[in-house]
């Protein structure tokens, strides 16, 4: 399983070291699932300095014990065709999770991507909650 993990499920495992967040960050160490997100992402987290209290060298930190494989920015060329499909500050989150063959998005955003007309719209990619992805890796175990 290859799952896309978008800058809010970063910074919540940054925020909550016991939330479900953090949890798939553990399992992602375990090789239990591979896990990718994009400097774009990144990116985004690091404008978040101030709101997570956690400066840029801590959050690289962060980033590097994660096991999270980093993939380049994603470029304009490539957003382009999702631009019109979700909200265009989400649109690199689709196209880097189709690009990078991944199976799930990780998401929090409640208002743009856990909607079930944007999971629908994207599948055979699933746009999952930690709690979801959490639960099917879980049931994957057993």
């Known amino acids: 399983m290859k799952v896309f993990i978008d800058a809010s499920v970063i910074i ?6 016991n939330g479900g967040s953090a949890i798939l960050f553990q399992y992602i160490k375990q090789d ?3 896990g990718l997100t994009s400097q774009t992402a990144i990116d985004e987290v690091l404008e978040h300095t101030k709101k997570i209290k956690k400066n840029k060298e ?7 014990q ?10 304009k060329e490539t957003i382009r065709p999702y631009s019109d499909l979700v909200d265009k500050e989400d ?6 999770a189709i690009l990078t063959k991944c199976t799930h998005l990780v998401t929090l955003d409640k208002k743009h ?30």
């Open 91 to 96: 649109a690199y989150l689709i196209a880097g």
């Open 12 to 17: 919540a495992g940054i925020l909550s070291p």
């Open 113 to 142: 991507l856990l909607r079930p007309d944007i999971k629908q719209r994207f599948l055979p990619l699933r746009i999952v909650s930690p709690k979801e992805i959490l639960e099917e890796i879980i049931r994957n175990l057993s």
């Open 58 to 64: 801590e959050i690289g930190e962060f980033i590097a």
């Open 32 to 34: 239990l699932v591979v």
């Open 66 to 75: 994660s096991a999270v494989i980093v993939r380049k920015r994603i470029e």
